[in-house]
């Protein structure tokens, strides 16, 4: 793959991450009811309500949020970014590993199993050995 196609695959890599993860930012907005719901609606049986359930899914929506922002943030110049993009990378292809052992042990449902994790470490790869492929800013 020539550089400049290299280069233009790891921006819309990030930017697709960006808004994918910068989207749970609107969760934080979602009434408890409708999480209860759309918890119960995916099969994963009757939402626990409680304070923690609500602090931590509401911690995690806003973790993502920030994470789509750092994504975007890089996509503005991966050159410039290059060593911080390629750390990225890897940190993705491990919280990958580590996303697929926490659903396994949860246990999730297979279909999530399988969307989430294996997805998460691949995209991390292809972003670390992308970054690896362009050229630092002088």
């Known amino acids: ?19 994918l ?3 749970a930012f609107f969760t934080l907005f979602i009434p408890e009811t409708t999480m209860a719901s759309i918890h119960e609606n995916l099969g994963l049986g009757t939402f626990p309500a409680s304070p923690l359930t609500n602090y931590l899914t509401r911690s995690l929506s806003v973790m993502y949020a920030f994470h ?5 943030v890089l996509s ?13 990378g890897w940190a993705t292809a491990v919280l990958g590993v580590t996303l697929l052992a ?13 969307a989430e994790g294996p997805w998460v470490f691949a995209i991390g790869l292809v972003i670390a050995w ?3 492929r362009i050229e630092p800013s002088p």
């Not at 233009?8 to 697709?16: A, E, N, S």
């Not at 926490?102 to 399988?114: E, K, S, T």
């Open 102 to 114: 926490i659903d396994l042990r949860a246990p999730m449902p297979g279909w999530w199993v399988f």
């Open 1 to 19: 793959m020539p550089k400049k196609e290299n280069e233009r695959v790891l921006v819309f890599l990030l930017r697709f991450g960006a808004i």
């Open 68 to 72: 789509g922002g750092l994504l975007f």
């Open 76 to 88: 503005t110049n991966v050159r410039r970014f290059k060593p911080v993009v390629l750390f990225v």
């Open 21 to 23: 993860t910068g989207s």
């Open 130 to 132: 992308l970054s690896r």
